[in-house]
């Protein structure tokens, strides 16, 4: 069983930037697909981005395209999201997300979230 615990949320001001850590636990995290994912008041939860372990191969959600960068560190089963030039529309809970298969949409653990709240 994988634990997944995010860090790294706080506020800061639109042009910012702030990186996210996603530290797992309980399995093998470097053979997961991991991903973020986020959910500001009253909206869906949203695909931020997600990295495979083969290939270490990265997709991004439109909004966060050029902005945003999602890298592992295998060695310390950790996950990071870089996120660079915040705007207040990416002001959310970022949620850390893991599953064994490395196709698919599904991810099986989940992390509690981390708030990241950009000012305008």
């Known amino acids: 069983q994988v634990q997944l615990v995010e860090s790294g949320g706080g506020l800061v001001q639109a042009g910012g930037s702030l990186r996210l850590s996603c530290a797992a636990s309980?399995?093998?995290?470097?053979?997961?697909?991991v991903a973020w994912f986020r959910q500001a008041p009253g909206k869906e939860r949203e695909f931020v981005a997600r990295?495979?372990?083969?290939?270490?191969?990265?997709k991004y959600g439109d909004s966060v395209k050029g902005r945003f960068t999602i890298s592992r560190d295998n060695a310390k089963d950790m996950v990071y999201l870089q996120m660079n030039s915040l705007k207040p529309e990416d002001t959310a809970v970022y949620y850390c997300a893991a599953d064994t298969a490395n196709w698919g949409t599904a991810y099986a653990y989940w992390g509690q979230g981390t708030q990241v709240t950009v000012s305008s």
């Open positions: 309980g399995g093998t995290f470097s053979t997961y697909r």
């Open positions: 990295i495979r372990w083969i290939g270490g191969i990265t």
